[in-house]
């Protein structure tokens, strides 16, 4: 099954150097039973897009940890044996709003990384005003949520996993 972690620079390094990412349990985004149902009209690859962008938007809350981390959304796409994918709606701590959520109960080796997909440079600022939002878009305020969703006008970059060394 393929999945989407989201990540940042500072993390993608450490997985570059451990050459896994884990320790599991893994917070991850995938084409899932809720996802389907929820976007109903969807193809695969409009459901593939949604998982990505929801594991992007999950980016965004890596990024408020970490302050020192470049303000670029980064997500991993994996390729993982269905046993390892936890799917369990409304239970399990997963997120009912969240319909492409799941667990992954294992570590993902570094030969299961398919591609990585990152903001470009020019996305920067738009990204960090995102992140200094997500408070008061949690909060409820509409403004900070349209700032956290312009973020999402930017277009992750496709990376090979060869290319992760450059990027880093």
Known sequence: MRVYLPSTLALLAGVQESREIGPAPLAAHAVTPALREWYAGGGDDELEYAALTAAARASLRLLAADPSAPRRRVVLAAEMPDRVVEWAPGGAGLDDDEPSRVRLTSPVPWKKI??????DAEAEADV????????????????AGFTVDGAEGHELLWYATQEFRDLL
């Not at 200094?132 to 403004?143: N, S």
Request: glycine share 10%; charged share 25%; proline share 5%.
């Open 114 to 119: 398919a591609s990585g997909h990152v903001d």
């Open 128 to 143: 960090a005003a995102a992140v200094a939002a997500l408070p008061a878009a949690d909060a409820g305020d509409d403004d």
